[in-house]
């Protein structure tokens, strides 16, 4: 059974940073890619981020401020979230795949406030 | 890099059927056939119901069908159930962003 377990949420100030750790389990997870998907509080879901065979791929939203990164001989992910803005608060997925996200984690909140 | 289009709300009655749209570009939605849909109920994650535009994964019902043509691709719930109550979305597979998702569509069952 494919399980995906987020941590390293929490309250941070705008400007701060956090990093989001993804542990998976139940599948061969360096054969996978690999998404972030947030969504704020009472909105739709947005695509923050994905991975492949090392290469990362981001949205204009949070391109320069987000990295993801992950180490396939432990099957975690990661997402390094700098210049936090308070826009940036959400519930934070992790998923299996791109666009077709077959598998997701149950998220961990991240809210950015002064 | 704007997100799909999406109805806000479509509400059917118990038996019926209803279809969601998703709206794209050429870019996106019209370009690839990488179209996804989820619903979520209330509280919880995201789940996948219709995967490459038309095909169902392991354990979703038949009731649940998709399509697409030219830019808008679209969800078929048919013979609607209580339990189909819920926030939809599309996701498509985009040139320029890799991923983008719908604005999202709540359904609700009378």
């Known amino acids: 059974e494919v399980q995906l377990l987020e941590s390293g949420g929490g309250l941070v100030q705008p400007g701060g940073s956090l990093r989001l750790s993804c542990a998976a389990s139940g599948f061969n997870f360096s054969t996978y890619s690999m998404s972030w998907v947030r969504q704020a509080p009472g909105k739709g879901l947005e695509w923050v981020s994905g991975?492949?065979?090392?290469?990362?791929f981001y949205p204009d939203s949070v391109k320069g401020r987000f990295t993801i990164s992950r180490d396939n001989s432990n099957n975690i992910l990661y997402l390094q979230m700098n210049s936090l803005r308070v826009e940036d608060t959400a519930i934070y997925y992790c998923?299996?795949?791109?666009?077709?996200?077959?598998?997701w984690g149950q998220g961990t909140l991240v809210t950015v406030s002064s | 890099q704007s997100a799909l289009t999406q109805s806000a709300s479509v509400t059917g009655s118990l038996g019926q059927s209803i279809t969601i749209s998703c709206t794209g570009t050429s870019s996106d939605v019209g370009g690839y056939d990488y179209v996804a849909w989820f619903q979520q109920q209330p509280g919880k994650v995201p789940k996948l119901m219709i995967y490459?535009?038309?095909n169902r994964p392991s354990g979703v019902s038949n009731r649940f069908s998709g399509s697409k043509s030219g830019n808008t691709a679209s969800l078929t719930i048919s013979g609607l159930q209580a339990e189909d109550e819920a926030d939809y979305y599309c996701?498509?597979?985009?040139?320029?962003?890799?991923?983008?998702f719908g604005t999202g569509t709540r359904v609700a069952v009378l």
């Open positions: 991975i492949s065979a090392g290469r990362g």
């Open positions: 998923a299996v795949g791109y666009s077709t996200s077959s598998a």
């Open positions: 490459n535009v038309s």
């Open positions: 996701s498509s597979y985009s040139r320029s962003t890799i991923v983008v």
